[in-house]
C-alpha cells in the first residue's frame, strides 16, 4: 500500500505543469486535479460555475476564488471518502487566498502538502510554447503537442487517437500575455508562501521534458 502523495503542480502558463502532472498521476496511480481542465469542462457543460467562468478564462484573466475553492473543495472531499490515496493540483491554488483555504482545508482533513513543484521557465518560452500548443480534442486522450518541439506526425492529427487537434482560445498570444500578467501579480506571491514552509522544490521547466520527469522521480516520495 503506498502513502499518500498530496503533489502541488506550480508554475506559469506554459512551464510545462500539465504535461508532468499527466505523467506523475498516471506513475502514481493518484489522481490529477487539474482546474484549467474541470473549469473548461463546466463551460462546455453549461454548469452554473461554467457561465460565471467563461468571461474571465476566454480573456485570460483569473475566476473569482469562491468559484475555485468551492470547486476544489467538492473534489477533495469526494476523493478523502473514497479509499484515499492522495492527489495531484495542477493549476490552483493560483492566490493567496486559495492557498489559505487549501491550508484550511488540509487541516479540516487531516492531510498535509507533501510537495510544491514550483516548475520554471523564462516568459519568452512560455509565450512560445503556449501559442504553439495544440491538444487533442478526444478528452480521454487528452494528449499535447507542440508545432516546433512535439510535432504531431499527419497535420491537425493526434498521434495516439487520430482525433483532431485544437488551440485552446486562451492560448492565442493576447490571451496568453493577460495569463502571464495574472500570474505575475496574483499567483507568484504563492511561491514565497510555500517557500516560508519548506514544502516548495525548484523544477527547471526549460529542459527536455523526460528530464523534467526524471527530475520530479527523484524528488517525489514513489511508496
Ligand atoms: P490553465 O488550463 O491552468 O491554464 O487554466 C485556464 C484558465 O482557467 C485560467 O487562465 C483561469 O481563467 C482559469 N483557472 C484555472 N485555475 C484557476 C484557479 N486556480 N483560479 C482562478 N482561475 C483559474
Keep these: ?24 498521476s498516471y506513475e502514481l496511480k493518484i489522481p490529477h486535479l487539474d482546474t484549467g481542465n474541470l473549469i473548461r469542462e463546466a463551460i462546455s457543460g453549461g454548469t452554473e ?10 480573456g485570460g484573466n483569473l475566476v473569482p476564488d469562491d468559484l475555485v475553492i468551492g470547486l ?10 473514497n479509499n484515499f ?14 492557498a489559505e483555504a487549501l491550508g484550511n482545508m488540509m487541516k479540516e482533513l487531516n492531510l498535509q502538502i507533501t510537495k510544491v513543484l514550483n516548475v520554471q521557465a523564462p516568459e519568452s518560452i512560455l509565450i512560445d510554447r503556449l501559442s504553439a ?26 498521434d495516439h487517437c487520430g482525433a483532431d487537434l485544437y488551440q485552446r482560445k486562451d492560448d492565442t498570444a493576447e490571451a496568453a500575455r493577460q495569463r502571464l500578467k495574472e500570474y505575475h501579480s496574483k499567483t507568484a506571491p504563492i511561491e514565497t508562501y510555500y517557500r516560508k514552509q519548506t514544502v ?11 528530464e523534467v520527469y526524471n527530475k520530479i522521480l527523484e524528488i517525489i516520495p514513489l511508496n
Excluded: H, W
Aim: proline letters at 5%; glycine letters at 12%.
Design 1 to 24: 500500500m503506498k502513502n499518500t502523495a498530496n503533489i502541488i503542480f506550480f508554475g506559469a502558463p506554459g512551464a510545462g505543469k500539465g504535461t508532468q502532472a499527466k505523467k506523475v
Design 49 to 58: 460555475l461554467g457561465k460565471k467562468a467563461k468571461e474571465y478564462v476566454e
Design 72 to 81: 476544489i473543495r467538492e473534489k477533495l472531499l469526494e476523493l478523502k471518502g
Design 85 to 98: 490515496k492522495g492527489f495531484i493540483l495542477d493549476g490552483f491554488p493560483r492566490t493567496i487566498p486559495q
Design 133 to 158: 500548443r495544440r491538444l487533442c480534442t478526444n478528452k480521454s486522450c487528452g494528449a499535447i503537442y507542440n508545432l516546433f518541439t512535439k510535432k504531431p506526425q499527419r497535420e491537425g492529427k493526434c
Design 200 to 210: 516548495l522544490a525548484d523544477i527547471d521547466g526549460t529542459k527536455d521534458p523526460q
